[in-house]
């Protein structure tokens, strides 16, 4: 009889065992894919995508999709490349003319270190074919010669665009570059032929920059130079 008992014990246990736990799940609930995403809320890409069923709604892009974050800066009409900038602009809407004088001034002298050094890798980088030729056949004379040239920008006063254009899909800048350089030639025996090593100088110098609006390609090559020193 004792035998009997226990397994009418063990029937209740379980009964009251399963009611407790239909309880617990109608208070708790289960995660059926509805319930709160338990991932960062503030974090755009933890997003959960929003449905919408009328499609002529037009979803504007979150700001913080931009690149920078920042609007596209006004151009000033009455700047002569106005129209130009505004026709690359129109072709490749990432420009932005500030940033673009920014890095032409890197590029100015990222060239004339390597045109001192006669560095034709990284002038090819930077210059279209003809533009590498004139630059390769000074530095090859100059090996001929066995001359060396110092080269030493002091400083970049200005960069200033003053041209711009669209020549079919490919973008033309010209910068007017007003700099302080320190500039010497000398020969085989170290005697200076031209320049002072020990004057400062200011030189302009009207550069411009080309890119084809089409390509992945961010980069500018130096398309053309002209000097009013």
Do not use: C, Y
């Not at 940033?99 to 034709?120: C, T, W, Y």
């Not at 000074?138 to 711009?164: D, F, K, M, P, Q």
């Not at 200076?192 to 992945?216: A, C, H, K, M, Y």
Request: aromatic share 6%.
């Amino acid at each position: 009889m004792s035998g009997d008992f226990q397994f009418f014990d063990i029937i209740i246990l379980a009964m009251i065992a399963g009611f407790l736990v239909l309880r617990l799940r109608s208070v708790l609930g289960r995660r059926d894919g509805h319930e709160n995403d338990p991932r960062d809320p503030l974090n755009k890409n933890n997003r959960a995508p929003v449905e919408n069923d009328d499609d002529n709604v037009v979803h504007l892009p979150d700001r913080a999709d931009h690149v920078d974050g920042a609007s596209q800066p006004a151009i000033d009409p009455d700047d002569p490349a106005a129209a130009g900038l505004t026709q690359i602009q129109v072709a490749d809407p990432s420009f932005r003319p500030d940033q673009f004088s920014e890095g032409a001034k890197a590029a100015f002298e990222m060239v004339l270190n390597a045109f001192a050094a006669g560095d034709r890798k990284t002038l090819k980088s930077l210059l279209s074919p003809d533009v590498m030729r004139n630059f390769d056949d000074v530095i090859s004379e100059r090996e001929r010669n066995g001359e060396v040239l110092e080269e030493t920008i002091v400083g970049i006063r200005a960069a200033e665009i003053v041209e711009a254009s669209m020549d079919g899909h490919n973008a033309m800048v010209t910068v007017k570059f007003k700099s302080e350089q320190v500039s010497a030639l000398r020969d085989a025996e170290g005697n200076i032929i031209d320049g002072n090593p020990n004057e400062i100088i200011e030189v302009t110098d009207f550069w411009t920059f080309s890119r084809d609006t089409r390509s992945s390609d961010p980069n500018w090559t130096l398309v053309g130079t002209e000097s009013n020193n």
